[in-house]
């Protein structure tokens, strides 16, 4: 956590013109009001990250906001793991105990809270049932994170009788709308230019990084930075890489992490190696969850980013790279499609040989790259910055407590 106070302020040099003075105009008629966000855990994952970020601006803008975090048990998180796999899609199964289990633990947990705010915002599926502490004169949105577009029926089904007491649902991604008796409302996620991952960086901070892992600085470098996870393709990049080398000298760095405590993550790791076959251009990075300057080094001093994916919720590692002026290839897949506008803030791909051969057009046209960069920059400054997100958040209280 970089531990500077955080002020909306420090983001008009920043955020679109107009941006800051938006916030604090919208924000006065909040003076006041209370905002409560609950989610189910203060550490790990981007829902906790994005949190942490966007608390400490509301509470800046003047917005009396809380954050409080449910307590599961062991058996609590499987339940809802499994119910989180149910809703992207994967088939489960749900028994009755388990489904019990869920709702016993959101009652102890709703018994003891204070969930008395003028709005409250619930993040995804595993504190939805404490809708049922809603007051009378309280606003509660459901935040959805994921992908439940393709839901398992049944999961679905359960959770809809939760989510249809809200009086609202927001949710990532146009694509992820559902059948609901209650408005929708689409809020993309974001990324903030001020947190360790994106804040500029000097070029010998930059330098050093590439020392510590022996990364050439002389030749292209091509970089991926995900979890290693079958979904994200990395042996995909590789095999793009290896078109790619037969004409352009280059360097390519798949960065990743948790694959230590990752069953899964450790065999895709092993795969990855094997694709490798010990390249000595290839550099394999198995990174700690902390290494936020090193990510945010790698992507500075990268020449081509890539997000292969075959399956994306958001793909935030997109939004991280086009702010750094980088043209990213990514995975024609989720959220993905919305911040790479084809041919102008990066390329969409389907296919490995799609991808190399866009490695070696950006390759080969530095001119067009760096334009190609200015604008996923430009795109990503107007959409996908933490300070937009602030706004839309703002503008539902406004529009929800009838303001
Ligand atoms: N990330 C990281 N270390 C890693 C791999 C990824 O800090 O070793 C970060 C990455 O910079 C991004 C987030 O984790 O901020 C991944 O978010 P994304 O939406 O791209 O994918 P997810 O992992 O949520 O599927």
Redesign the pocket.
């Known amino acids: 956590m970089d531990n500077h106070k955080m002020t909306w302020e420090a983001y008009r040099d920043i955020a679109p013109s107009g941006i800051v003075d938006l916030g604090h105009r919208i924000s006065e008629r909040l003076k006041g009001k209370t905002l409560l966000h609950v989610n189910s855990t203060r550490w790990g994952?981007?829902v906790a990250?994005m949190l942490h970020r966007l608390v400490p601006l509301f509470q800046d803008l003047g917005v009396d906001t809380q954050w409080d975090v449910i307590e599961g048990s062991p058996e609590f998180y499987q339940v809802t793991k499994a119910f989180h796999n149910a809703l992207q899609g994967q088939a489960q199964v749900i028994t009755s105990e388990m489904y019990d289990a869920y709702l016993k633990i959101n009652k102890k947990n709703g018994r003891k809270m204070d969930l008395n705010a003028d709005m409250v915002i619930i993040h995804d599926p595993q504190p939805a049932p404490l809708i049922y502490k809603k007051k009378k004169q309280s606003k509660w949105l459901w935040r959805c994170h994921i992908d439940a577009s393709r839901p398992q029926r049944n999961v679905w089904n359960f959770l809809k009788s939760y989510v249809s007491k809200y009086d609202g649902a927001i949710l990532s991604l146009p694509g992820f709308a559902r059948k609901l008796n209650i408005p929708q409302y689409l809020v993309y996620?974001s990324?903030d230019p001020l947190s360790d991952?994106n804040k500029e960086l000097t070029e010998d901070e930059v330098r050093g990084v590439l020392r510590k892992y022996n990364i050439p600085e002389d030749k292209p470098m091509i970089l991926q930075?995900?979890?290693?996870?079958r979904?994200?393709d990395p042996v995909g990049v590789i095999e793009s890489y290896k078109m790619v080398k037969k004409y352009n000298d280059c360097c390519l760095v798949l960065?990743?992490?948790?694959a230590a405590d990752d069953p899964e993550g450790a065999q895709v790791l092993i795969d990855v190696e094997n694709a490798a076959e010990k390249d000595k251009d290839i550099f394999i990075?198995?990174?700690?969850?902390?290494?936020?300057i090193e990510?945010n080094a790698l992507?500075r001093a990268a020449t081509v980013v890539i997000?292969k994916?075959l399956k994306?919720?958001?793909?935030?590692?997109?939004a991280?790279a086009m702010w750094k002026g980088k043209p990213v290839i990514g995975g024609f897949v989720g959220?993905i499609t919305v911040q790479i506008v084809y041919g102008q803030t990066g390329f969409t791909v389907n296919s490995v040989e799609g991808c190399a051969y866009r490695i070696r057009y950006l390759l080969n046209n530095p001119e067009f790259s760096k334009q190609m960069g200015q604008n996923a920059k430009e795109f990503t400054r107007h959409n996908f910055l933490i300070t937009r997100h602030i706004i839309d958040y703002l503008s539902l209280m406004i529009a929800n407590l009838n303001l």
Do not use: C, H, M, W
């Not at 960065?255 to 948790?258: D, E, P, Q, S, T």
């Not at 990075?285 to 936020?292: C, G, M, R, S, T």
């Open positions: 994952g981007g990250e996620p990324i991952k930075v995900s979890r290693f996870d979904f994200k960065a990743g992490g948790g990075l198995d990174l700690p969850p902390d290494a936020n990510i992507q997000q994916s994306e919720g958001f793909g935030l590692t997109v991280e959220g």
